[in-house]
């Protein structure tokens, strides 16, 4: 009897293999002509090699080594792992470059959507939160600023090539958002903290336009409870699905420092994300109703704000006023301390 004859193996996607070895490439801070000086090429083969163009086994192998990576993950047959936020948002954006429909929980808010403001907001907020350290802050504050060049790209081309965005979206982290304002650390002064927790008014207030309006294409689901604190992504382009899941932060208090993210395209994990998207969705506000929550929610920070101003200009006030004597009592040399104020407390 004759044996059945074996599938061919899947052909391997060139360009595609190519795609990720320029962001492992990226997310190791290596340059194109350092990379190739190691492997023993020309910088010209090098970005053949990215391009898609030129790709042997043997030489991925290598490379691989090199980035810190396994075969496997350049390749596409494994899950890939991105231990630097450069390299997992250069990936996030080759995805989207492609994908017809994004399915995404950031927090606090897909960046595709926010705001021209906020894209400042996000530069200087990822610029504070850089520590001080002279040892690791050029590195770091390098980053930094390279994170948020591939966001900006990513969100012009959102923007020109319009995919459908399912954005979920949880109360909590919209609160967090106001409460503590578009800041990358905690230290800064008071009135400072009072402008961006107004910044934050104004971006919660953009959200809740998009919810009202629905651009063509955009969905926004609002959820009353407390949601991972990993994101994740959904990308589909045709009949493929891939997942991303990711440690990084992008809303106040950034971390795009510390973390390892992954992407997949694993049918079990996409399979029980896409689960767990039905079931939030289901749960959701949308459209008018969670535009009304969104604007409750910057209308009471609003309001918080403007007593809090009240009672630092009274604060000043008082700081500023003449200091008042007491009466002295005969045969008597020391006064009478002070009567405490309205609301001060005994020493």
Avoid at 131 to 154: F, H
Avoid at 165 to 172: A, K, S
Avoid at 331 to 341: H, I, L, T
Wanted: proline share 8%; glycine share 8%.
């Amino acid at each position: 009897m004759r044996t059945p004859a074996q599938p061919p193996p899947a052909k391997l996607d060139l360009r595609e293999i190519g795609s990720r070895l320029r962001v492992y490439r990226l997310g190791a801070r290596a340059s194109a002509a350092a990379l190739a000086r190691k492997l023993g090429v020309s910088r010209a083969a090098l970005y053949r090699i990215e391009d898609g163009q030129m790709i042997k086994i043997e030489v991925l192998e290598r490379l691989a080594q090199m980035l810190g990576t396994s075969l496997p993950s350049l390749l596409g047959a494994g899950v890939e792992y991105h231990p630097r936020a450069p390299s997992y948002f250069a990936r996030m954006q080759q995805l989207e470059s492609g994908a017809e429909r994004i399915v995404a929980h950031f927090n606090p808010v897909s960046y595709l959507l926010t705001s021209d403001a906020y894209s400042q907001s996000m530069r200087t907020m990822l610029e504070e939160s850089v520590p001080a350290d002279p040892r690791v802050r050029p590195a770091a504050l390098a980053e930094a600023r390279a994170v948020w060049r591939i966001l900006e790209a990513r969100k012009r081309a959102a923007r020109i090539r319009r995919p459908a965005i399912v954005n979920l979206v949880g109360v909590p982290e919209i609160e967090r958002l106001l409460d503590i304002g578009l800041v990358g650390r905690l230290d800064l002064p008071e009135a400072e903290r009072a402008r961006r927790r107004l910044a934050a008014c104004r971006e919660v207030e953009h959200l809740s336009s998009l919810m009202e309006h629905e651009p063509f294409g955009t969905q926004i689901g609002l959820i009353e409870d407390t949601l991972p604190n990993v994101t994740f992504q959904l990308f589909y382009a045709g009949a493929e699905v891939r997942l991303a899941v990711s440690p990084f932060r992008l809303g106040e208090l950034p971390n795009v420092r510390f973390g390892v993210a992954s992407v997949t395209a694993a049918r079990e994990a996409v399979s029980l994300y896409e689960a767990l998207v039905k079931e939030l969705w289901a749960r959701s506000l949308r459209g008018r109703a969670g535009a009304r929550r969104l604007l409750e929610l910057a209308g009471a920070s609003r309001a918080a704000s403007a007593g809090g101003g009240v009672r630092r200009r009274e604060t000043r006030r008082r700081r500023r006023a003449p200091p008042t004597t007491s009466p002295v009592r005969a045969g008597s040399s020391r006064p009478r301390p002070p009567v405490p104020g309205p609301g001060s407390r005994p020493s």
